[in-house]
């Protein structure tokens, strides 16, 4: 895998696949097999007349349906096959007729009045285009016309596709899934014609592999239908319906669902279909949420509109007495909570708004916030400090460390303090960074996480998206889950096990568990273990370097061979994907939670 990590390499297989073609069909439909190897055609059979894309649009863009546009419409406007941009939904004056990019007239265009762009010709563009690539106000370059490409506003050279960026196989210097039998492979090398050779390209070790099977059809597979690798499926998913040896059809792609092996309209919600609930446009929603309140298959009411609550029998009413002094004497108010008083995050008594004593490093004694009192530091002492905070010598296996650190009992953990060490630790503990890895244990898998209809409101997930999309470590997001852990813990305790971000990939292996094999589950799960163990022992500011080192290192071969799960980010887990959030971690969440998580 070279030195890309694995979120690197998903990012970038992700960005290729929406590059040569759409990702939710088989990653070459838009391809037809000449000479051993796929050609630019527009489709297979010549039915599906998409494929658009800057060799077939190279003086325009491609629309929403795929197909290549002028690219100098002030509502479809770009150029080299990327897609149209909507100038006037973004905000825009024009679509400048030269370039073919989006732009306004600022006047005297400057780092003043096109902060967030590039100026050419007095405009100011918006700077992500492949012509028009800049920010702060700086002079737009020009990366097509340098064989460049221009992201994060900025020219880059495009990487040679090989073992080193590609997680599938090559074809020339496109990376490709390597799951399509025209295009098959894997780590990095050339992609391989199994149709050629009357083989079929299965996933296999490190990508696709082209094996000898039987002809999916009639005969071979009468009770189900065929997919877009040849195989003989079941038939009866949404995604992959049919029967008699025909091909799969994805019914979700057509709002229907597969009932009877055969795509069919969704079932109407009404009175009927939904007695014990209410119709949310065509879906039955149990009618005790605050934003979907109803019952007898009614239409649901949002009851948050009129500051009304749900009574969890279908109608709205007015909220319950607010937090004051009368109904919560004896704690403190967190909006409308009557909270104990008691804790760092909701600290006070007598009715009145709680403090935050841990926002102001103080702590909350007596239901009041004081501050910390901390006679032992590292500045003070040479052994190691107790919980009452006195120094201690350190080297007790009762009471073992060093340099002021936190005493630890290792007697308790059945081992003694190794005073040959500094800093003194107990014997058991691992005291190098990175920690070796030995091997991962057979018991090791990702979990599957449980659907949990209603643990979280459709407001809360909104909230979620607004608050956490500069990423899952960021004040927001933080403040977000601590908000949530205190109105609606099954809420936060349903999304957290998402919240980590993108590139430690721990939330996007959960999030497809249950689309992937079980050994696919345990790859991903010795990854996260591996990961874990390999930088327990590191300092804090350490703890990412000794990440990307092992990931390169002594983890490299779970991170490779978690390219299984990409499969499922392309079929049924790609509501997962997040390159269909625009790489948003906090859209990725709210979409991610309403599947798992939402009402």
């Keep these: 895998m070279g ?63 795929g197909q290549c546009q002028a690219g100098n419409s002030f509502t479809a406007c770009g150029n080299l096959g990327a897609s149209c941009a909507n100038c006037q939904a973004l905000g825009f004056q024009l679509c400048d007729p030269q370039q073919k990019a989006c732009a306004n007239k600022p006047g005297n265009c400057d780092a003043k009045t096109c902060a967030g762009g590039c100026c050419d010709r007095g405009l100011c563009f918006q700077g992500s285009d492949p012509n028009e690539c800049g920010n702060f106000g700086a002079q737009c370059q020009h990366c097509a016309a340098q064989g460049q490409t221009c992201q994060g506003k900025q020219c880059v050279t495009q990487m040679k596709c090989g073992p080193g960026n590609c997680p599938g196989c090559c074809f020339g210097d496109a990376c490709l899934m390597g799951f399509d039998n025209t295009a098959c492979g894997g780590n990095g090398q050339q992609c391989r014609n199994c149709l050629a050779l009357n083989e079929s390209c299965v996933p296999g070790p490190g990508g696709g592999v082209c094996v000898s099977m039987p002809t999916c059809d009639f005969n071979t597979c009468p009770g189900g239908c065929c997919d877009q690798f040849g195989q003989c499926s079941p038939g009866t998913s949404d995604f992959s319906c049919g029967l008699k040896g025909l091909r799969c059809q994805n019914c979700a792609q057509l709002n229907e669902s597969c009932v009877g092996q055969q795509c069919q309209p969704q079932i109407q919600c009404n009175a009927q279909t939904c007695p014990g609930g209410c119709c949310q446009g065509n879906v039955c929603m149990g009618g005790g949420n605050n934003n979907a309140c109803g019952f007898g298959g009614n239409q649901c009411k949002d009851c948050t509109l009129g500051g009304l609550v749900c009574n969890g029998m279908g109608a709205c009413v007015p909220p319950p007495p607010l937090c004051n002094p009368q109904t919560c004497p004896s704690g403190c108010c967190t909006g409308n909570v009557c909270a104990v008083g008691t804790q760092d995050t909701s600290c006070g008594t007598g009715g009145a708004q709680c403090q935050n004593c841990q926002a102001m490093m103080e702590t909350c004694k007596g239901q009041t916030c004081v501050p910390i009192v901390t006679t032992c530091t590292p500045q003070n002492c040479a052994g190691c400090c107790d919980a009452q905070g006195t120094c201690q010598p350190g080297f007790l296996n009762g009471q073992c460390g060093q340099n002021g650190a936190a005493c630890v009992n290792c007697s308790a953990q059945g081992t003694t303090c190794d005073t040959a060490v500094m800093p003194r630790v107990c014997t058991n503990q691992q005291t190098t960074c990175p920690a070796p890895y030995n ?63 993108f590139q430690e990939a721990t939330g996007l292996f959960a999030c497809v568990a249950p689309f992937v094999s079980q050994s696919c589950d345990h790859t991903t799960g010795c990854a996260t273990d591996c990961d874990t163990k390999s930088c327990a022992m590191c300092d804090p500011g350490s703890v990412s370097q ?40 906090g859209a990725w969440l709210q979409g991610v939670g309403g599947h798992y998580c939402g009402p």
């Design 3 to 65: 030195t890309r990590s694995f979120a690197g390499w998903l990012v970038l297989a992700l960005a290729v696949c929406a590059l040569v073609a759409s990702c939710g069909r088989s990653n070459l439909d838009a391809y037809t097999h000449v000479d051993g190897g796929p050609t630019f055609d527009g489709g297979v059979d010549g039915s599906e007349g998409g494929g658009c894309d800057a060799l077939s649009c190279p003086s325009g863009c491609c629309d929403a349906n």
């Design 546 to 585: 000794c990440q990307a080192t092992v990931r390169q290192g002594q983890c490299g071969q779970f991170y490779q061979q978690a390219a299984c799960v990409f499969p499922a980010f392309m079929g049924a887990g790609s509501f997962c994907n997040p390159q269909n959030y625009g790489g948003n971690f």
């Design 439 to 501: 091997s991962c244990p057979n018991g090791v898998s990702t979990a599957i996480p449980p659907v949990q209809r209603g643990a979280c409101t459709g407001s809360d997930l909104a909230n979620a998206r607004s608050a956490c999309a500069g990423g899952a470590h960021t004040n927001g997001c933080a403040s977000f889950f601590a908000f949530e852990q205190q109105q609606r813990p099954a809420c936060a305790a349903c999304l957290r096990t998402f919240d980590s971000d």
